[in-house]
């Protein structure tokens, strides 16, 4: 169902306006992966058990953890990792994660990467990277693609994979490489070039090669844009905000509370997943550098990015291009423990939805959330942690208020209420992907070990992430509550 459809779109984001104006908003949205962290004091411990409602454990169904994760630094792209290729990123992640796990390579079932702008040498790229990283080459690995959630997907993969007794131990990651993405030659160049490629003789050649014009050599460069409506991302979130009545100081006051958290939390040394990487010619780099807290009057005076002149989405409450990898190591309880380690959290449901690209694209938070917890027997008020994809500062405030409307739950959702907008006071409190950075493949496994180290920091019970993606999709996981194992 089209949020906004054909010849009824002024009086549609009238109707949204009206109804959404008055919406108290704390800026969190949708729902990807409940989290229930592993370790903490026996006072915490005691509190969490205090309001524990479930295990949200299924009979019959293994008990499925996340034992650690980890990821490169995140770094604006052009910059450190420019003259690296994508699969060194995600081999640098792997390597990471063996080191910080102590993992013996061969105890591994399964490597599962998502990624989204695929380098065409390394169309598998968790194969080249696993080889590279020195896993067995009788681990078998793939790729998987599903826009901004693919690194969910390879988790979500890897946890059927073990729910259906045919792994124990996968180790599931993501990596986008922004700094060297294929750009194509035209099509009419493409075709002359594989043309000559078949050519037999001389006089053919030529005269493929005389037909060449200057608009032959004109590139095709990729766009972050849909391919079904030709519309960039950024355009649709601008839409979206206006749609929703969300003004560009909401949005700028979001974007500056993102790079004000990230930076706090990077100095705290919170950011325990991110280690440090020698850039091979270059230096170590151990820190995101997309962090950069800056003021309201600065914010303010960015011109429109996308519907100029009078557009509210610019490039500081937008998130930016981004080099990383990230990987997460998901075993079996059983397996786990046996092994010695000490989950963080378990992994125990997840969905997807998807909506119409144009007119909906960016609202999947809004219809995922209440589909998650319905099915653990949840609601907003039982989660402790949110943590959530951060695209464009506009997106986030409109899914909000999406979610903190009764009209919209019931106009769009045939919901008899609305399932409500998270606290604030609980939402992406360590930064998010307008200050950390979005590596597209990437980001799904950093929402959801951020939730596990958070709900462990603060001793909390379930988490909640959640992360939308192009073509309309929303990827939704629930890792609830929190495992018996001490720190």
């Known amino acids: 169902m089209g949020l906004v459809r054909a010849g009824s779109r002024l009086k549609m984001a009238s109707m949204l306006r009206n109804s959404m104006r008055c919406s108290p908003i704390s800026p969190a949205w949708a729902v990807q992966c409940a989290t229930r962290s592993l370790g903490t004091t026996a006072q915490l411990q005691a509190q969490v058990q205090t309001k524990s409602k479930k295990s949200l454990s299924r009979p019959g169904v293994k008990n499925i953890v996340l034992v650690e994760g980890v990821r490169t630094p995140f770094l604006l792209s052009g910059t450190t990792y420019s003259d690296m290729m994508p699969h060194d990123l995600a081999r640098a992640s792997l390597q990471g994660l063996l080191n910080k796990t102590a993992l013996p390579k061969d105890a591994v079932d399964y490597i599962i990467y998502g990624t989204v702008i695929q380098e065409v040498k390394t169309s598998n790229i968790a194969r080249e990277a696993a080889l590279g990283a020195g896993f067995s080459d009788k681990t078998p690995s793939h790729t998987v693609t599903m826009a901004c959630i693919s690194s969910n997907q390879a988790m979500t993969t890897g946890v059927g994979l073990i729910a259906s007794g045919q792994c124990d131990t996968i180790v599931a990651g993501g990596v986008e490489?922004?700094?060297?993405?294929?750009?194509?030659?035209?099509?009419?160049?493409?075709?002359?070039?594989?043309?000559?490629?078949?050519?037999?003789?001389?006089?053919?050649?030529?005269?493929?090669?005389?037909?060449?014009?200057?608009?032959?050599?004109?590139?095709?460069?990729?766009?972050?844009?849909?391919?079904?409506?030709?519309?960039?991302?950024?355009?649709?979130?601008?839409?979206?905000?206006?749609?929703?009545?969300?003004?560009?100081?909401?949005?700028?006051?979001?974007?500056?509370?993102?790079?004000?958290?990230?930076?706090?939390?990077?100095?705290?040394?919170?950011?325990?997943?991110?280690?440090?990487?020698?850039?091979?010619?270059?230096?170590?780099?151990?820190?995101?550098?997309?962090?950069?807290?800056?003021?309201?009057?600065q914010l303010a005076k960015l011109k429109a990015a996308f519907v100029k002149p009078h557009g509210t989405v610019t490039a500081a409450n937008s998130s930016f291009l981004t080099d990383g990898a990230s990987a997460v190591l998901i075993m079996s309880e059983e397996k786990a423990l046996a092994m010695g380690y000490k989950p963080k959290a378990y992994l125990r449901d997840f969905v997807y939805v998807s909506q119409d690209p144009k007119d909906q694209l960016l609202l999947g938070p809004a219809y995922g959330t209440p589909k998650v917890l319905q099915r653990a027997g949840l609601t907003m008020a039982d989660i402790d942690v949110f943590e959530f994809h951060e695209a464009f500062a506009g997106q986030i405030m409109a899914n909000l208020k999406a979610m903190d409307s009764d009209w919209f739950a019931q106009t769009y959702m045939g919901r008899t209420s609305k399932v409500g907008a998270p606290p604030m006071e609980k939402f992406n409190l360590w930064g998010g992907s307008l200050s950390l950075g979005h590596p597209f493949g990437a980001t799904g496994c950093r929402l959801v070990t951020t939730v596990a180290h958070r709900l462990r920091k603060e001793g909390g019970q379930y988490g909640l992430v959640a992360a939308c993606a192009a073509g309309g999709q929303l990827g939704v996981e629930l890792s609830p509550h929190k495992t018996p194992y001490p720190n």
């Not at 993405?181 to 090669?209: D, E, F, Y």
Request: hydrophobic share 40%; proline share 4%; aromatic share 4%.
């Open 177 to 297: 490489f922004m700094s060297d993405v294929p750009i194509r030659h035209s099509r009419k160049m493409r075709k002359t070039m594989l043309s000559l490629n078949k050519a037999k003789t001389l006089g053919q050649r030529l005269s493929l090669i005389g037909g060449i014009r200057m608009a032959h050599l004109a590139p095709e460069l990729p766009a972050v844009a849909e391919f079904s409506t030709a519309e960039t991302m950024g355009h649709s979130a601008d839409r979206l905000a206006a749609a929703f009545g969300v003004t560009r100081l909401e949005q700028d006051e979001f974007a500056l509370r993102s790079h004000t958290l990230a930076k706090k939390a990077q100095d705290a040394g919170l950011l325990e997943d991110v280690i440090s990487f020698k850039v091979p010619g270059r230096d170590i780099v151990s820190k995101d550098n997309g962090i950069r807290p800056s003021s309201m009057e």
